[in-house]
């Protein structure tokens, strides 16, 4: 796909039409649900995992041969992982006290189906997975979603903190210059009269619960910012600026309006300085232009826990830098900002929400690339648009280690998807294997 997926067109749906699709799902068995939710509670999880995707690495052209084991000749390479607890500290779990990994791949907001990249080496924008080199006897930490759905109540979402988006929105106030007091608030609660209504139409006595907000805005002097808990159940925050960016000249962004690579190159720079702050409070950031497509370019930013000048003993991390290597990849795949057109920002990690989203189910043992690799092959992967396309782990030209929007860690594997269903050189799909033993997962 070289656009936006167009789930995230669903997030525009009006009110009237969105209540009137949820009336028609409230008889449906809530089994396995992928997308099924996007109608009700928007479609962000689609891009929520787009900015997992954020592209080459600013001022580097990496090799593909630097970049990607030969999956023919199988690393040996050992390296020791501490397990990341929720402080940051390492700790050991023991195996038999892990429950079961369930994953709901509708749920997981694993990405887009076709990425046209252009060259495989424009996947690459600094993920600093590699420098992990897991090897038997390692672990990865494992989260799970705090928020959840109650079905028997039209699909409710318990357990929002409205505390914390107050907090954010005065949090984003500040940070445009604006008195939080002088902010004007408005939410999506629904009034006595309109809960009645849509407990006579979906014929479910809904609770006072169900009428609780689920976004919140405030708009002025021409900044618009919108925080809501998405379809994945995370929290994300929608910025709008009139009057755009104020880029220098051969710089842009442009997801829907066009933008070359070059130009959102030229603008990540300004980005950084000018909006680095979205980040979090003494959050360092680093910019990188998306990678799933060639042109219509965005640019994407995250904060990298580690410092890429570090010193090294023996060539081997310390456990320190390990630890921060987790936290980097955590941020890269989920606490991320994307710029995608002329003053139109994206927070996925708006600052403190990870610690509210999530809690930390424990550390479980992780497997190698080669064995995620051998699983691609027996079908043990969760997702992927390949399905009848035949290919194998010889196909794979990229990897990463990532998280999805569920907090499990998965590698992602590029093949390219040239003459599948029309795609082109260049265009890349993509298999997804939890990156965690396969005793602990079992599918929804």
Known sequence: MKKLD?????????????????????????????????????????????????????????????QMPDVTERSETAAVLPE????????????????????????????DEVYSAGDVSNLDCGNPWRQLEISEGDTLPVYERVMRRNFEQNGMI????????????RFYAIGFGFEPDEIEIKDN??????????????????????????????????????IRVTDALLYRADISIDGGFELPDGAKVGFWFGASREEAEN?????????????????????AVNASQ??????????????????????????????????????????NIDFMDDGE???????????????????????????????????????TPFEDSGRTSKDVEYAELVYGGDGVPYYKFYCSAAGWRGNAEGDYGVYYVPAIEQRYVEGE
Request: net charge negative; hydrophobic share 40%; glycine share 8%.
């Open 345 to 383: 920002i994206i927070c996925y990690g708006v600052p403190g929400a990870f610690e509210k989203q999530y809690r930390k189910i424990g550390d479980y043992p992780a497997i190698t690339l080669d064995e995620a690799l051998g699983l691609l092959d027996s079908g043990g992967y969760v997702w």
């Open 189 to 226: 609660r629904l009034t006595p009269e309109e809960l009645e209504k849509l407990s006579e139409r979906t014929k479910t006595e809904l609770s006072e619960e169900y009428a609780e907000p689920t976004m919140m805005s405030f708009e002025k002097n021409g900044v618009k910012v919108e």
């Open 267 to 287: 603008a990540a720079p300004e980005l950084l300085v000018k909006y680095e702050w979205l980040l979090g409070k003494n959050e360092a950031g680093k910019t």
């Open 84 to 111: 990341v607890s929720e402080n940051g500290s390492t700790t050991k779990a023991p195996a038999s006290s892990l429950p079961t990994v369930i994953i709901a791949v509708g749920e997981a907001s694993l990405g």
């Open 158 to 169: 318990e357990n929002v903190d409205r505390d914390f988006m107050l907090e954010a929105l």
């Open 6 to 66: 167009f789930i995230e067109a669903l997030n525009h749906l009006s009110d009237e039409t969105v209540d009137e699709a949820a009336a028609d799902e409230t008889s449906k068995k809530p089994g396995k649900k992928p997308f099924v939710m996007f109608l009700k509670y928007g479609a962000a999880a689609a891009c929520a995992a787009l900015a997992i995707f954020l592209g080459a690495a600013l001022s580097k052209n990496i090799e593909l041969e630097k």
């Open 294 to 335: 060639s042109e219509n370019c965005y640019v994407g930013m995250y904060h990298p826990c580690f410092d890429e000048l570090a010193t090294y003993d023996d060539g081997a991390l310390t456990e320190i830098d390990r630890e921060d290597i987790v936290k980097t990849i955590i941020n890269f795949s989920l606490n």
